[in-house]
Nanobody
Framework: QVQLVESGGGSVQAGGSLRLSCAVT????????MGWFRQAPGKEREGVAG???????DYADFVKGRFAISKDKAKITLYLQMNYLKPEDSAMYYC???????????????????RGQGTQVTVSS
């Protein structure tokens, strides 16, 4: 069973930064496509960023140039660095993963099989 545990959420002012972390089951880390998606109250899930097993990344248009996804094999952790945060970025952020994914695009991430419990991000104006 794959476990994903997010951390790093919080409250920041617009223009600020946060880094989300996702601890991953060690045996699965290198074999998973992974990514982040978010969901705000009353809204649909939105894929934010995805990353393939070889490190190739994809981003939703609304975060390009502001967010960066990365992973650290030694720490068995997935990251999402979020800069220039906007109030509309406020949501619950989830880490997700899937074996042998057909696509690691940001849009595919909400449909990945494994997901964590989420971490809240709140951006005030």
């Amino acid at each position: 069973q794959v476990q994903l545990v997010e951390s790093g959420g919080g409250s920041v002012q617009a223009g600020g930064s946060l880094r989300l972390s996702c601890a991953v089951t060690p045996s699965a880390f290198s074999r998973l496509c992974m990514g982040w998606f978010r969901q705000a109250p009353g809204k649909e899930r939105e894929g934010v960023a995805g990353i393939d097993t070889d490190g190739s990344a994809d981003y939703a248009d609304f975060v390009k140039g502001r967010f960066a996804i990365s992973k650290d094999k030694a720490k068995i952790t997935l990251y999402l660095q979020m800069n220039y945060l906007k109030p509309e970025d406020s949501a619950m952020y989830y880490c997700a993963g899937m074996y042998t994914c057909a696509s690691f695009s940001a849009g595919a991430v909400p449909f990945f099989k494994f997901r964590g419990q989420g971490t809240q991000v709140t951006v005030s104006s």
